[in-house]
């Protein structure tokens, strides 16, 4: 808790003790940022920065334990130096740039002999290895979670006694006594009422039954919340809104680790077995993404450079939503579109590879007995009119409604569950939301099934063997004529559907604001899709009965003729669909081409787009935030939003720090500090980085040097070079000054001196400054009149600075 306070503190570029760095974190970590060198013009009573280099000679970095060369991260780097913090931003520039020498030298010694470049071919193809690797892993894991999802689903109305590990489905395909009409009931599946008083029949029956659901439904819920809070808080939500955060450069430890994997599928598949109103394809990206940190750790290259590994994690995100969605292409999309921040060409032909292994994966183990990849997939065969855009924006407009309604009283939920005492009893919160939605979704046979079953059910196209109550109805025609069924006249059961569906859809849009945030792995995307798919599949049978009771309108006659499949219902639950999860996350074209993938047909396409595009303008009318974009405002991680643009009339001196009043800028010397006032510096203030300037009288800037890199090297100095004591005198200057005799040894820390620090100008604007810090992935930079340094601008100060703009409460930004 301690660690959170701290990184409250608004003092800026904080981040704990001398004596306590490496257990302390903080919202102002500074990283060393290269960038462009400062030119200064020299005076006469300015010492020289000794800053030229003798062409082919390395630099006398000296170092600790060194005597004329600048340290190496590839060759016997310092410990822990050119590392980071937990709950800190990585340095975009500086891993990129490690990852250019790396390569360069990788290249240089394959030409030195057949091992070296042998190892060098190693090194291109280990990417795709590592793609191919999280691919199987993903696929795996899915096919794992959705098998064991859908028989924890069924446990709680009976069991197969053919076979305790079949699932209802699967119990009744094996039996001999089975018919088509009633295809899922058969003698190996039992109730529990059958088993524990033999019958299935009466109101003690119902009554057994109902409290058997609502006891497993508890049981598998207190499951999934105590998993989660004993052994890996991080196993909790969606996920997205920290991988979003994640891949912008931030780093949380242990939220992709191997506990977190574990805990995650674990629970995954309780909280979806549980039957809250939640969906397993969020999470699932979060179980990609730790598959692929996890694969990252066996390979160098990316494991130790936080740019290249959060490459793989842009992959792995698709592949996470390609094995949700059996949609590849979709993955692809959504993980460029909706999460990545950094997106080269070579990462998009990476991700497509993982995408297509873990969909063939998945499609390998066949989860569903059906050989799809997703629960929901259907073929539509009817085209579609133009005067059906009409109905399909409605949904869009319904989507965006929905979409910003959701976001505004579940962020509202959140933050009252973080600044209450309901977020100090997560189990209980688990416990009495599943009580109320079980109690509820049992009579109702629609919310009693899982929410995908409920999707298939909406988007399926009624045919003449279909016995559901949703196609109940009257066939009035000959059925010798063959080809698609016309529209029809709604029967009883039609008409008692719709009534449920009305409920269901009451209950999902409620129960659902109440559900996504808890401490359980909840995904958003079913039960948003469901919303949709409820309001959809009612519009297009209330179209469809208009049609065939009003022909003669003129909205119908020049296009459905009498006895004609003219409205396909399913159609129109799936725009609904897309319209309402569009509004939730203002995805566009992922979400697009995700439930062209789920439906197979090209045709749809244009009513895909138009209900998707409605709902973004509606619900950004109403909203500028995606529900993952407010779930990041709402804890404070340092996400620059890329798509937003800042147009403010600002400069940097009016977001730099110090202000005016304030205490100067603490600054090192280049070369005339003891350790013991660096010390000094570091065990009194808690900034985490310092600009190293000439003198404090000539305040020219040389360098930034951090703090973590400071004590590590001080630390490393006391162990293994003689002599160095607190009177040393630290030299950031290439050369050192010949010293008398006697006196103690000098301490040269050039090599973790960061000489090129990324500068402005006191009167830059702060939109160029904006879009520096986006573009680049700045941590923070240094603001100079003249040449001579003024302050500092830290990540933190700009969003704090965009957040006052928009007049919201630049506090609320806890991170750097």
């Known amino acids: 808790m301690a660690m959170w306070q701290g990184a409250m503190d608004n ?40 800053r030229e280099v003798e062409e082919n000679k390395s630099y006398n970095g000296g170092g600790i334990g060194s005597s004329n060369r600048i340290m190496d991260f590839l060759e016997e780097p310092i410990p822990g130096v050119g590392t980071y913090d937990d709950f800190n931003t990585i340095d975009w520039v500086r891993e990129k740039s490690r990852d250019r020498d790396r390569h360069r030298e990788i290249t240089n010694k394959s030409k030195e002999s057949t091992w070296a470049l042998i190892h060098s071919v190693s090194d291109a193809f280990s990417g795709w290895l590592l793609m191919l690797l999280i691919g199987l892993l993903s696929g795996s894991l899915a096919g794992l979670i959705d098998i064991s999802a859908h028989w924890m689903t069924d446990l709680k109305e009976g069991i197969c006694t053919g076979g305790f590990w079949f699932n209802h489905e699967h119990c009744c395909w094996n039996s001999d006594h089975v018919t088509f009409e009633e295809r899922d009931k058969c003698p190996e599946w039992n109730s529990w009422s059958q088993l524990i008083i033999s019958t299935d029949e009466g109101a003690f029956a119902y009554i057994v039954n109902y409290f058997m659901y609502v006891l497993w439904a508890l049981l598998f819920a207190f499951l999934a919340v105590s998993l989660v809070k004993v ?7 969606s996920g997205i809104p920290e991988i979003k955060t994640i891949l912008s450069g931030f780093i949380i430890r242990g939220y992709l680790g191997k506990w977190t994997l574990v805990i995650k599928t674990i629970t995954l598949v309780l909280a979806v077995s549980s039957g809250l109103s939640l969906g397993k394809e969020g999470p699932l990206v979060h179980v990609a993404c730790c598959c692929g940190n996890i694969l990252c750790h066996c390979f160098n290259k990316y494991r130790k450079n936080e740019a290249k590994r959060r490459e793989v994690l842009s992959a792995a995100a698709a592949a996470g939503v390609s094995v949700a969605f059996g949609a590849p292409i979709g993955g692809v999309l959504f993980s460029l579109e909706e999460v990545s921040y950094y997106f080269p060409l070579k990462t998009l032909w990476r991700s497509f590879f993982a995408a297509l292994v873990a969909a063939f994966t998945l499609r390998s183990i066949n989860p569903f007995g059906n050989s799809r990849l997703v629960l929901f997939y259907v073929e539509f065969h009817t085209p579609w009119h133009l005067f059906e855009l009409v109905p399909f924006i409605l949904l869009g407009i319904f989507g965006g409604l929905w979409g910003a309604l959701f976001i505004r009283t579940n962020i509202a939920w959140c933050r009252k569950r973080k600044t209450t005492q309901l977020g100090k009893y997560p189990v209980i919160e688990v416990l009495v939301v599943t009580a109320i939605t079980a109690v509820l979704a049992f009579p109702n046979e629609y919310t009693r099934m899982s929410t995908s079953e409920l999707i298939s059910e909406l988007f399926n196209d009624c045919g003449l063997l279909d016995s559901s109550k949703l196609c109940d109805y009257e066939n009035r025609f000959n059925t010798s004529k063959g080809g698609e069924l016309p529209d029809r006249p709604a029967g009883v059961g039609v008409y008692s559907a ?131 974009d407010a779930h990041i405002r709402l804890n404070g991680y340092p996400f620059l939003e890329a798509k937003e643009e800042f147009a403010h009339k600002t400069l940097a001196m009016d977001v730099m720090k110090p202000r005016r009043n304030d205490p100067l800028l603490t600054v090192l010397t280049q070369d005339s500090m003891t350790v013991e006032d660096v010390e000094t510096i570091i065990s009194e203030t808690t900034y985490s980085g310092f600009p190293v300037v000439v003198s404090r009288e000539s305040q020219r800037l040389v360098g930034f040097v951090l703090r973590r890199d400071l004590i590590i090297s001080i630390e490393n100095a006391r162990k293994k070079q003689d002599g160095v004591v607190s009177t040393s005198i630290i030299y950031f200057t290439e050369h050192s000054p010949p010293l008398p005799p006697y006196t103690p040894p000098t301490l040269k820390l050039r090599n973790i001196l960061d000489l090129s620090p990324f500068t402005v100008t006191d009167l830059t604007p702060m939109e160029i400054v904006v879009d520096i810090f986006r573009k680049l992935g700045l941590r923070q930079c240094l603001v100079t009149h003249n040449g001579r340094l003024l302050g500092i601008i830290t990540k933190k100060d700009v969003l704090k600075h965009i957040a006052q703009m928009a007049n919201q409460d630049p506090d609320s930004i806890l991170f750097n």
């Open 231 to 237: 052994f890996a808080p991080y196993a909790c939500g």
């Open 498 to 628: 719709m009534w449920q569906l009305a409920l269901t859809l009451i209950l999902k849009i409620v129960i659902t604001i109440f559900t996504f945030g808890m401490k359980i792995p909840s995904g958003l995307f079913i039960p948003s899709m469901a919303v949709g798919a409820i309001a959809g599949r009612l519009l297009g049978v209330g179209m469809e009965q208009l049609a065939y009771y009003h022909q003669e309108w003129t909205i119908f006659n020049s296009w459905c003729s009498q006895g004609a499949d003219c409205i396909t219902p399913g159609l129109y639950a799936m725009v609904g669909a897309a319209a309402c999860l569009g509004g939730v996350t203002r995805m566009t074209v992922s979400l697009v081409v995700i439930m062209f993938e789920l439906t197979g047909g090209l045709e749809y396409i244009v009513p895909l787009m138009a209900a998707a595009m409605t709902s973004k303008w509606v619900a950004d009318a109403l909203g500028r935030e995606g529900i993952y």
């Open 11 to 50: 003092r800026g570029f904080q981040q704990g003790s001398f004596s306590s760095f490496q257990n302390s974190s903080s919202d102002e970590d500074l990283m060393d940022i290269p960038g462009s060198a400062m030119d200064f013009s020299m005076r006469d009573d300015v010492p020289p920065l000794d």
